[in-house]
């Protein structure tokens, strides 16, 4: 006989309040609660299935999960009957964990921003496919949840597919200058993919709802973490190459009141020289207070301070676009385990409602909970197969 651990009647109530009672497949947003048969009385028809499962035997397997996260809110999604019967058939093979848990992240940001904590309507990107024949031999495709791990061997084409989705989203050329294609698959309040192409004998073009457009035509934005930093004398401007930004807005980020970050406690800005050439330093003050010139830093405070900046970058944005944060750890810096925890609870906090995809040679260690959604890039281009796992 298979343990069972269901959720108490309280985090039902909290699973069920964050979804507004309402269903969180996508489309349906069927709402669950209403008028009972008497006037003082009130009729809820929502279930509450568990993401990960509250047997041993059930669909999506509780894994390596303790009795206390498979009985909390976080691993709970609020459906309507039908579409927990759905998640839950052939033993739930068709909606992996990741997958749940990017349906039940979009819909509590949708939510979130009827309630009006957000300002404006955004969407959710569910798939990204690549179609780049001299690059891969096969379309590459992945599916998103909010955070994102890829990761592959060298040359597995890992940084090409992120550095298409930058160029595509930005309308930029730098690094790609061959015809390709990419298919954005975005929720369902659209009926057709975001679809950019690039052909010698038609240009640079982007398609949406059947009509042509010569720039990106849906809010969206792009931060990309993507180079290492290489210090001169005008530290702003190292940070801005890390990004391909321009200076001012890393500068007015580093300059906010509010700034503060995994290891940074304040950031001090001093301009040493202004004519021939600008000259700025910058100076950290960790959480013991100590002010550490930014040459003199550990290489793990560097990468934090980064990811950081795009973290605040993200957030910035999102309260006004789609936001997709993507860091290439494979070529900014490797932290150990406790740094790359911290950094990736940070990342998954609630507050944040951008997508993130991380990307990195090696596959990361389980944390005790996430969110995230794994690819891994197999084989060297142009023979890359994508496999998807389910956590």
């Known amino acids: ?44 028809i929502g279930e ?36 927990h019967k759905i998640i839950d058939d052939n033993s739930g093979n068709e909606y992996p964990p990741s997958v749940l848990l990017g349906y039940k992240a979009q819909h509590e940001t949708m ?21 780049f024949p001299k690059a891969f031999n096969n379309k590459i495709t992945v599916r998103l949840g909010k955070i994102t791990h890829i990761y592959g061997t060298n040359n597995s084409g890992k940084t090409c597919f992120c550095k298409c989705i930058y160029e595509s989203i930005n309308n930029k050329h730098d690094y790609i200058t061959d015809d390709y294609s990419i298919s954005y698959k975005i929720d369902s309040q659209f009926e ?10 038609d240009g640079y073009q982007y398609y949406f709802k059947k009509d042509i457009y010569p720039i990106c035509p849906i809010n969206i934005k792009t931060i990309y973490l993507s180079k290492p930093i290489r210090l001169t004398k005008d530290h ?31 950031v001090k800005i001093s301009i040493k020289r202004e ?16 002010s550490i010139d930014l040459e003199h830093c550990a290489g793990s405070e560097i990468a934090k301070l980064l990811t950081d900046i795009g973290i605040i970058l ?14 290439d750890w494979g070529n900014i810096c490797m932290l150990d385990d406790k740094n790359m925890n911290e950094v990736l609870t940070l990342i998954e906090a609630n507050e944040n409602i951008f997508q993130t995809i991380i990307i990195s040679p090696d596959e990361m260690p389980k944390l005790k909970w996430t969110g995230w959604t794994f690819a891994k890039f197999i084989n060297m281009a142009p023979d890359t197969t994508i496999e998807q796992d389910n956590f």
């Not at 497949?25 to 009729?43: A, S």
């Not at 993200?314 to 860091?327: A, G």
């Open 192 to 201: 057709n993919n975001f679809i950019y192409s690039s052909s010698e004998e």
């Open 111 to 131: 939510i979130a921003r009827q309630l009006g904590k957000y300002p404006s309507s955004l969407f959710w990107i569910n798939e990204i496919s690549l179609n």
């Open 314 to 327: 993200s957030r910035f944005f999102s309260y006004q676009s789609t936001v997709l944060y993507m860091i």
């Open 236 to 266: 702003v401007k190292d940070i801005s190459r890390c990004f391909n930004l321009e200076s001012e807005i890393i500068l007015s980020i580093l300059k906010n009141e509010y700034f503060e970050g995994l290891s940074t406690k304040k």
């Open 48 to 83: 509450c299935a568990h993401i990960f499962s509250a047997a041993d035997g059930g669909p999506r397997g509780k894994d390596f999960l303790t009795e206390e996260k498979i009985k909390s809110a976080e691993n709970g999604i609020y459906l309507c009957r039908n579409h």
């Open 275 to 290: 004519k021939p050439y600008l000259e700025r330093r910058i100076s950290i003050q960790n959480k013991q207070g100590l």
């Open 1 to 44: 006989m298979h343990n069972r651990f269901d959720f108490s009647s309280r985090t039902k109530e909290i699973i069920a309040g964050r979804a507004g009672y309402q269903c969180s497949f996508p489309g349906c947003n069927r709402v669950l609660i209403g008028p009972g048969k008497n006037k003082d009385e009130i009729t809820c």
